[in-house]
T-cell receptor
Framework: KAGVTQTPRYLIKTRGQQVTLSCSPI?????VSWYQQTPGQGLQFLFE???????NKGNFPGRFSGRQFSNSRSEMNVSTLELGDSALYLC??????????????????FGPGTRLTVL | GQQLNQSPQSMFIQEGEDVSMNCTSS?????WLWYKQDPGEGPVLLIA?????ELTSNGRLTAQFGITRKDSFLNISASIPSDVGIYFC??????????????FGKGTHLIIQP
C-alpha cells in the first residue's frame, strides 16, 4: 500500500508570494492533518480536514488555509509569505472509519514533507 | 502552542546499550504516540498507546502510557546503528467531539557510537 505522498518536495519562494502544497493520503484514509516543523518551534498542528470539512485548527494566522477534495486529497495554501514561514510542512493521514470510535483510529501516518524556503 | 516536555534532549550512547526517554504534560491525553524521524523524511510511527497504564512492545521498543495520562516513556533495548535519529512523543486528546491535532515534544536526538 502506498504511503502518504506530498508534492512538491522542495519549494523556494519570495516574501509576499503565495504557495500551494499538495498531499495524497494513504488509500482508504479519510482524514488529513497538516503540521509545520521548524527548528525553533518544533512540530506544530495547523489544521485537520475530514469529509472535505476543516474539523480542527491550530493556532496559526488566517494566511494559512487548506481544503480537502472528495477523494480525500488535500491542499494547503499560504498567502503573503513571510520569512518565518520557511519550514518543513508535513501532511499526515489517518483512517477514521465510519461507525468506529475516533480514539482507536487516530494513528497518523506522515508523508515526507515539503521543504519551503522563503527568501 | 502547547508542547510536551520531552527528555533528554539528546543522548550519546554506545551500540548495544539500552535507551530510555520520556514525555510529560500538564494536560491529560487519551492517546500517546511515539515517532522516529530521519533527516529529510517525515516522522514514522513506532508505537501507539490508548489506555492509561498500557505497556506495548514493538520489537526492541517498549512504551508505556502513564497511569495519570500525563506522561509516557519509550525504551529501546540493545541499540543498533540504525536507531540513530530523532524520537518524538505526541499526545492527542479526544474529548468526545473528535480528536484534536497531535501535540508534539521537542524530540530526543539519539546518537550511537559504534
Amino acid at each position: 500500500k502506498a504511503g502518504v505522498t506530498q508534492t512538491p518536495r522542495y519549494l523556494i519562494k519570495t516574501r509576499g508570494q503565495q504557495v500551494t502544497l499538495s498531499c495524497s493520503p494513504i488509500s482508504g484514509h479519510r482524514s488529513v492533518s497538516w503540521y509545520q516543523q521548524t527548528p525553533g518551534q518544533g512540530l506544530q498542528f495547523l489544521f485537520e480536514y475530514f469529509s472535505e470539512t476543516q474539523r480542527n485548527k491550530g493556532n496559526f494566522p488566517g494566511r494559512f488555509s487548506g481544503r480537502q477534495f472528495s477523494n480525500s486529497r488535500s491542499e494547503m495554501n499560504v498567502s503573503t509569505l513571510e520569512l518565518g514561514d520557511s519550514a518543513l510542512y508535513l501532511c499526515a493521514s489517518s483512517l477514521r472509519p465510519r461507525g468506529k470510535p475516533n480514539w482507536a483510529y487516530n494513528e497518523q501516518f506522515f508523508g515526507p514533507g515539503t521543504r519551503l524556503t522563503v527568501l | 502552542g502547547q508542547q510536551l516536555n520531552q527528555s533528554p534532549q539528546s543522548m550519546f550512547i554506545q551500540e548495544g546499550e539500552d535507551v530510555s526517554m520520556n514525555c510529560t504534560s500538564s494536560s491529560i491525553f487519551n492517546t500517546w504516540l511515539w515517532y522516529k524521524q530521519d533527516p529529510g523524511e517525515g516522522p514514522v510511527l513506532l508505537i501507539a498507546l490508548y489506555k492509561a497504564g498500557e505497556l506495548t512492545s514493538n520489537g526492541r521498543l517498549t512504551a508505556q502510557f502513564g497511569i495519570t495520562r500525563k506522561d509516557s516513556f519509550l525504551n529501546i533495548s540493545a541499540s543498533i546503528p540504525s536507531d540513530v535519529g530523532i524520537y518524538f512523543c505526541a499526545g492527542q486528546l479526544d474529548s468526545g467531539g473528535g480528536a484534536d491535532g497531535l501535540t508534539f515534544g521537542k524530540g530526543t536526538h539519539l546518537i550511537i557510537q559504534p
